[in-house]
Structures are given as C-alpha cells and as structure tokens.
C-alpha cells in the first residue's frame, strides 16, 4: 500500500518486481529501496527490481537501513536522491516506517521545519514521536 507523504514522496512496504509497472504508470520517477537485501526470507532482491524500474526508465538508488540505525551518510544519500528524481519518488523497506524516517531526518537536516515532517508523516499512518528529538537537532529548531 503506498501512502503519499507530500507530492514528491511516497512510502510503501516491501514490492516486488511485478509492482514496478504499476508504481511506474503512477507516475513515479523514481524507486529508492531502503532495505537491506537478505533481511527476510523469500524478499524481493533489490537487483530484481532495478532491473525492471531501469527497463521502465524509471532511477532506482539503494540506500539500505539496517538495525544499525541512521547516519549522516544515508540522510545526504536520501536528500540526494530526492534532488535527483526529477519527479515523483517511492521509497519502500519491510514495513514503510525506516523510508518515512529516513525522509523526515533528510529533509530535517535540509532544514525543513519538524512540526511539518511530524504533519505529514501523521497523516501517511507513520509516528515520528521517537525520532523528534533527532529531528528538531537536525533542523537547528531545537
């Protein structure tokens, strides 16, 4: 189920690579795979994916989270990306949640304003409440 967090990104659970047509004639230019491949059982690997999002003319970047957590490189990874696309952007992992975080630090980072990232997310089904302190730090809004 992808859920829309503003214009230019969306979040979702795991796809496969039957998805990507789909998630290409919805008019994502972009597919940003936020899970480490092996993490599950019988998942999709990511390779399988580009290929097909890649055939489609579509950009796939793999920025995976692994239980590891967040660092500096992967939120410039993400804001990169994002800058990137020139267009819609579907970033999935296990559940959508590491994809929403991942967005909302990135974009903290850039400056955007937490209350905002919280609104948003909120309204896509995702709670940022664990990670506001890392937000507010990154945005200087502390």
């Known amino acids: 189920m992808i859920r829309p967090l503003d214009d230019m990104i969306s979040v979702a659970p795991q796809i496969s690579p039957a998805d990507v047509t789909d998630i290409a ?27 097909v999002a890649e055939t ?8 995976p989270i ?10 410039d990874a993400m804001a990169a990306a994002l800058a990137d696309a ?9 559940s959508g949640t590491r994809s929403c975080n991942l967005w909302a630090l990135a974009m903290a980072k850039g400056g955007a304003d937490p209350d905002m990232l919280e609104e948003k997310a909120s309204k896509a089904g995702y709670d940022l409440s664990g990670i506001r302190p890392t937000l507010d730090a990154l945005s200087g809004a502390q």
């Open 25 to 51: 004639r919805a008019g994502f230019t972009m597919i940003v795979n936020n899970r480490p491949d092996d993490e599950e059982m019988g998942q999709p690997a990511g390779d399988m994916i580009r290929t």
């Open 66 to 75: 692994t239980h590891a957590g967040f660092s500096h490189p992967q939120l």
């Open 86 to 94: 020139g267009g819609p952007v579907l970033a999935y992992c296990r």
């Open 56 to 63: 489609l003319g579509m950009k796939y970047v793999a920025i």
